[in-house]
């Protein structure tokens, strides 16, 4: 069945970054996928987590750094990183921000990110 979905979800972070759901659980109702597209401000961190998702990430501007392992990995635009379910990992952007897109698969949900 086609589904049209006429415009993202804005979901709501602290610490300025946006996040347009296009395609989960609150865009609508989609528990297998979620599809978003992120802008994160200069600067921007979140805390660490332990997500129970496989979550693609596809960096289109600036640079995202996942931590990981006691390693950072830098990820520049044109490239992707993936995390596994399971693995604790921390999301910042570069000095310039980053837009990047995430994919996560089960879809994302605040209980499956497993914050600290």
């Not at 993202?8 to 989960?24: C, L, Q, S």
């Not at 830098?74 to 837009?99: F, H, L, N």
């Amino acid at each position: 069945m086609v589904r049209k979905i006429e415009g993202p979800a804005r979901i709501p972070v602290p610490g300025g970054k946006v996040i347009d759901e296009h395609v989960g659980r609150v865009a609508g109702g989609d528990e297998a996928i979620s599809i978003a597209h992120m802008t994160a401000p200069p600067g921007w961190d979140e805390p660490p987590q332990t997500p129970s998702f496989t979550e693609y990430t596809v960096v289109l501007r600036g640079v995202v750094l996942v931590e990981h392992d006691g390693d950072v990995t830098r990820v520049e635009a044109g490239q992707t990183v993936v995390t596994s379910p399971g693995e604790k990992v921390r999301y910042s952007a570069g000095p310039e921000g980053a837009e990047y897109i995430a994919v996560c698969l089960p879809a994302f949900s605040p209980e499956g990110a497993g914050r600290d």
